[in-house]
């Protein structure tokens, strides 16, 4: 017996096909462009290598370029611009060399081949480009001075698929500074290399967390339920905030033990780490019951929720303040399941985090 296909059915696998064939043609126009501007910044270079090392001689020749190309080529080509290609230039070619070296194209035939051809025997043999990002990506990305936070930010951009103005407010809620304060040098060396790798529990916690996306800010008072109102309106964004791999289950969960009523906040389900994830939210300092309400809420669901091929649940109360003692000797030093952190309604001072990791 054949199956027919109905009329909506043939709609929607055609309109499906197209805008497959948009986002790969979308990508690969990106690449293109962004490898033309790298290739256009090592000209800039091995110009100004041939004896014209001058700054005002250097910045006179590219206000000359930049009006003969704007003329023909249109947008694209101002002074600014052609200084972000030199600078991109000068910041990734040796990432570029490295990643053409290992796909075996010489530097030789490097300097012979077009953009276009590069990048279609680059992507041939690695099936990737070395530029995985938008030219407005990299602009942003070249202005960050530190390497190892660069690379950071770069490697999760591609990961997470963040857009232009996500990068900016991961950078601006200085995501890395907060990643770092929990790491030693080593694995903080490691952010750069492989991004924010998750294995354990405590490699998916943050702290602070940043909800200045939630506009309470604005007041001069909020209760515990105008949080969790302002999270929820805001979910997705919350969601970004936590990190990779959160899920949302649930809101107010009710749980019932022996003839009391309880309700968890948040609850999110990790899927790197096979988890779920409660949260609690709480607008002054944390004190002792709060520990130890997570802890129960957390033995619960290991208990009564949780598969038994699943992973521990994870316990996070956001406050707004704890004291660490209190945490410590509640919890004692084999807790690898609770975890308090703390939330901030604005983006916190860059520098204050990073003075605070280099003590």
């Not at 770092?180 to 040098?185: I, M």
Request: aromatic share 10%.
């Amino acid at each position: 017996m054949s199956t027919q296909i109905t009329g909506t059915q043939l709609y929607k696998s055609i309109q499906n096909l197209v805008e497959q064939s948009k986002r790969v043609l979308y990508t690969i126009a990106n690449v293109t462009i962004t490898e033309t501007y790298f290739n256009v910044g090592r000209m800039i270079v091995e110009h100004e290598q041939q004896g014209n090392k001058k700054a005002a001689y250097a910045k006179a020749t590219l206000v000359t370029v930049s009006k003969k190309l704007t003329a023909v080529l249109g947008k694209g080509f101002s002074v600014d611009n052609l200084e972000n290609m030199r600078r991109f230039y000068l910041l990734y070619k040796e990432d570029y060399s490295k990643h053409i070296q290992k796909n075996n194209i010489s530097e030789t035939m490097s300097r012979k081949l077009s953009a276009s051809q590069k990048s279609e025997i680059v992507s041939r043999k690695s099936g990737s480009s070395p530029f995985k990002l938008s030219w407005s990506h990299y602009v942003f990305l070249c202005n960050i001075e530190n390497i190892t936070e660069r690379k950071f930010y770069e490697i999760e951009t591609a990961a997470e698929n963040w857009s232009l103005r996500e990068l900016k407010r991961q950078y601006e809620s200085a995501l890395f500074e907060r990643l770092a304060l929990s790491r030693n040098k080593k694995k903080v060396k490691q952010l750069s290399k492989k991004g924010h790798v998750i294995a354990t529990p405590s490699d998916a916690i943050k702290d602070p967390y940043i909800l200045e996306f939630l506009g309470l800010q604005e007041k001069e008072y909020f209760s515990q339920t105008d949080l969790e109102k302002a999270i929820i309106n805001k979910l997705e964004h919350f969601i970004l905030e936590l990190g990779k791999g959160f899920l949302f289950v649930d809101r107010q969960k009710r749980i019932k033990l022996d003839s009391d009523d309880y309700k968890i906040d948040l609850v999110f389900y990790h899927r790197i780490l096979r988890c779920f994830v409660l949260t609690d939210l709480k607008i002054g300092t944390l004190q002792h019951k709060d520990i130890g309400q997570m802890q129960m809420y957390v033995n619960y669901f290991d208990e009564e929720i949780k598969a038994e091929e699943e992973s521990k649940t994870i316990g996070i109360i956001l406050c707004k303040n704890k004291k660490e003692s209190t945490i410590k000797y509640t919890l004692g030093k084999n807790n690898r399941q609770i975890f308090a952190s703390k939330y901030k309604i604005f983006f916190p001072e860059k520098q204050i985090l990073q003075l605070i990791r280099e003590q």
